[in-house]
T-cell receptor, first 114, second 110 residues
Framework: DTGVSQNPRHKITKRGQNVTFRCDPI?????LYWYRQTLGQGPEFLTY????????KSRLLSDRFSAERPKGSFSTLEIQRTEQGDSAMYLC????????????FGEGSRLTVL | QKEVEQDPGPLSVPEGAIVSLNCTYS??????FMWYRQYSRKGPELLMY????GNKEDGRFTAQVDKSSKYISLFIRDSQPSDSATYLC??????????FGTGTKLQVIP
């Protein structure tokens, strides 16, 4: 399968713990996006990488959230000191060299904070 | 005010009906307009993409963009039960974040 891969698919954690999600994009894609989606809402933009450079980060993103894409391939999204309000689906998407906004999403990583 | 507004529905139609889904937006910089389909507990998948104003047809699906009114539409002809999903509009100015609507949940009843 050469699609976007996300792990873990589901993470249950206690409030205050740190969690990390990984995304492996389509290999030839240089753009990588992280979104958060809650029930009944559309995907909410978190951050965007072009190769290894983080080009944009949502102002809504608290300092507890950090994302990296060290070699321009896979990416990690870490949430520190999780809160119940962080419970959501975290979606990763990759895009090719065109600037058209065509994104290919993974299946998502569902976070439940108890 | 959100940059992209979309009626969340739900929208329930009989099989074979024509479905019309719409979004409005406020950011004049948006140039590329997409429709994504999302099944329950799955990631969104791209249905159609349109550049600037105009129409685009792909099988039973037609996307329309009216930049003067900041209004985009997706029409589904001869709707099928397998079309039941949430439909998300999305847009970008290019080389930027892609902004999504809230999604419209569609149910096609056999």
């Amino acid at each position: 399968d050469t699609g976007v891969s996300q792990n873990p698919r589901h993470k249950i954690t206690k409030r205050g713990q740190n969690v990390t999600f990984r995304c492996d994009p389509i290999s030839e894609h240089n753009r990588l996006y992280w979104y958060r989606q809650t029930l009944g809402q559309g995907p909410e933009f978190l951050t965007y990488f072009q190769n290894e450079a983080q080009l944009e980060k949502s102002r809504l993103l608290s300092d507890r959230f950090s994302a990296e894409r060290p070699k321009g391939s896979f990416s990690t999204l870490e949430i520190q000191r999780t809160e119940q309000g962080d419970s959501a689906m975290y979606l990763c998407a990759s895009g090719g060299p065109s600037n058209t906004g065509e994104l290919f999403f993974g299946e998502g990583s569902r976070l439940t904070v108890l | 005010q959100k940059e992209v507004e979309q009626d969340p529905g739900p929208l329930s139609v009989p099989e074979g009906a024509i479905v019309s889904l719409n979004c409005t937006y406020s950011n004049s910089a948006f140039q590329y307009f997409m429709w994504y389909r999302q099944y329950s507990r799955k990631g969104p998948e791209l249905l159609m993409y349109t550049y600037s104003s105009g129409n685009k047809e792909d099988g039973r699906f037609t996307a329309q963009v009216d930049k003067s009114s900041k209004y985009i539409s997706l029409f589904i002809r001869d709707s099928q039960p397998s079309d039941s999903a949430t439909y998300l509009c999305a847009m970008t100015g290019g080389y930027q974040k892609v902004t999504f609507g809230t999604g419209t949940k569609l149910q096609v009843i056999p």
